[in-house]
């Protein structure tokens, strides 16, 4: 694993909503054009874009190099990484590998989705080939039918409550009002949450990260000097992916993260960062069940007690641990291929001091946690504040 | 870019044509099995699987995570790496730099297409998201459409006749007589290829490579002593991957495939490895005339000779430079995302000497060149026998 020092110089990224008007090279380029500008001595040797679904979305593949010609840099070998949601996470880890070993010295990677052009059962098959089409896909399940069950189980066997698991929505409604780029910038409570429309019982909308087209990005280099404003570096302390049995009825344990429990152990090991020290986690909340069992799975809540730790204030912004600072996936949005980019940019922002009015104080250490599958992939990183 | 020495230690693929009985995944099983059983002392560390268009050919995403847990390796950090027709070439580039950097020690790279369960209008559609959405797909041009305007352009400016375009089908179909794993087995006239059923203008059936299902596989180590056999070992001399303006027309020069230029060229220089050493070179000859047009990239042909200077004998088994030596796309076939890792599978048997009836007497050094989109983007890699 890489040996050298890496850093992220800069980032950029799109509000996330109802884009229209803009292709999704358009979102990857905006991004990408705010990242570069930020690292102006930066010419990127790579550039890696994280997608999942661009081939039913937009009927585009080759988005590697479609996006380094639309910047004006064809030459610079490009290609797309996917891994279902944790695409973002997953191509940075790429980079990030490539970049901390020194193969090469300075990539972009960006990662983008574009989902509101589709009809809502179009994304609904779009998400489902994050599971298998021969198994879990020919029984009709959508991926919301499979949290739904992961729910249900959850409570029943943790004893949690309607307003308990509502409690991570909650917070991330609170955490995306000052956040700009944030899809829903509107605080809400449980009860908002236990009366929105079923979606997958006991999932209800507000149960569930939303549907947006977005993009975001960010610069990696291992080159100091060549990083323009030295104060606004992050180091990459660490980083890993691991998997897990691919559907969650293969797993001994449903309710047992187990590629985010050792994603999170080996990134945290390679940063030599205990958990104590990190001042905020970025975590992938696709449904509220899958962040509690999120945060249960990084060892900050026992088991059972991920929705429980989060309905008494632990994770609030001015809580033991803040999570989600901009929203998390359920406020600041989840344009999938891109989450895991929105994360890191954020934790970027958090670390170097730049994170406005969301800024956690003294924010020192941030991890982000990406998922794809029902935590079939988990790509985490850890970073620092430069020295 | 890679440091330290990057072997490939072990190969395996499927045959290619109609598989109607695999899926997908039993594809990239079978191929990754039969790779990781010629290195049973090796533990890949991370698993790639470079493949297209899953998606719109097998309602599946998320491969990566897919194969690894399908494989019994669960907890392997897994991934697709996309990048349209190079897919497979640019998965491997992904994995050597990995390993031949440190980043890791090892690597399983497999590439997979299921191309027969599509309608031939879906894979045309398939194809042509290497191309713009929002422009040439929007206009309708195919890819054979594309493939054609080139051909005939190349024709008319480089005097090239019918004949002496078919001889590069021609070659591919001769040597494929003896490979077992190829798609079309039989050897072909130039009066076939100019017979056969038009597709584009002036491409005919026989121009184009074969729709059909495969998977290949290499293990990638750093590793000599965990390697079983030494005597199996190929060195990864050098490698690049390198992109151009994304679609011909914006070209200034359509006939100059400066990706491949460029990569190849790149490629070479990492390799220490002079042109005139190579003992053999797998080509990217989707087309006719792309095959053509990229021996004039790498600088085997001169300008607007490619093609004739294959009619001449200069490519074949026995000629100056053996090309293509399994069939190439056109008779070994073409399945898209794996195509570039049947390429560097059949390297790696010419320089170990494992290319049973297809053995180029005392190969020692060989190159696969592999494009995505008109040559938008191409992965080149230089393979010699380890010393």
Chains 1, 2 share one sequence.
Not at 163 to 179: C, F, G, K, Q, R
Not at 240 to 265: I, N, P, W
Not at 379 to 384: D, E, K, N, R, T
Request: glycine letters at 10%.
């Amino acid at each position: 694993m890489p040996k050298s020092k890496a850093y992220i110089s800069s980032a950029g990224f799109t509000s996330i909503g109802d884009q229209w008007d803009k292709s999704i090279i358009d979102l990857a380029v905006e991004a990408s054009r705010k990242a570069l500008k930020g690292s102006p001595k930066i010419k990127p040797q790579q550039i890696i874009v994280g997608n999942m679904f661009s081939a039913v979305g937009a009927s585009q593949e080759h988005l590697g190099a479609l996006v380094t010609s639309a910047l004006g840099l064809s030459g610079v070998p490009a290609y797309k990484v996917e891994a279902a949601c944790s695409s973002g996470g997953t191509a940075f880890n790429v980079g990030y590998s490539l970049v901390g070993s020194g193969a090469i010295d300075s990539a972009l990677v960006v990662g983008v989705e574009k989902m509101r052009d589709l009809e809502p059962e179009q994304v609904s098959l779009a998400l489902a080939m994050a599971e298998s089409a021969e198994y879990t896909q020919f029984v009709g399940a959508t991926f919301a039918a499979l949290n739904g069950l992961l729910a249900r189980y959850y409570m029943e066997q943790m004893n949690v409550s309607r307003d308990e698991l509502s409690s991570i929505p909650v917070l991330d409604h609170t955490n995306a009002v000052t956040a700009e780029h944030a899809q829903f910038r509107r605080a809400i409570t449980p009860e908002v949450v236990s009366r929105s429309s079923m979606i997958a019982d006991p999932l209800r909308l507000f149960d569930c990260a939303p549907v947006g087209d977005g993009a975001s990005a960010v610069v990696l280099t291992n080159d100091t000097a060549a990083a323009s404003s030295k104060g606004k570096l992050a180091r990459v302390l660490g980083g890993a992916v691991a998997t897990t049995e691919f559907s969650m009825y293969e797993r001994k344990d449903m309710l047992d993260f187990r590629a985010t429990r050792d994603a999170f152990g080996q990134a945290l090991e390679r940063a030599a960062v205990p958990r104590s020290k990190l001042d905020l986690v970025e975590v992938h909340d696709a449904f509220s069940v899958v962040g509690a069992l999120s945060l249960e799975a990084m060892g900050f809540s026992k088991r059972g007690m991920g929705s429980k730790d989060a309905s008494q204030g632990k994770y609030s912004r001015d809580g033991e641990l803040p999570i989600n600072t901009f929203g998390g996936l359920k406020a600041r949005g989840h344009p999938v291929g891109a989450t895991g980019l929105y994360q890191i940019a954020e934790a970027y922002l958090q670390v170097t001091g730049q994170a406005g009015k969301n800024q956690i104080d003294g924010a020192e250490f941030a991890a982000t946690q990406n998922i794809g599958g029902v935590d079939t992939t988990s790509a985490v990183h850890v970073f620092g504040r430069a020295a």
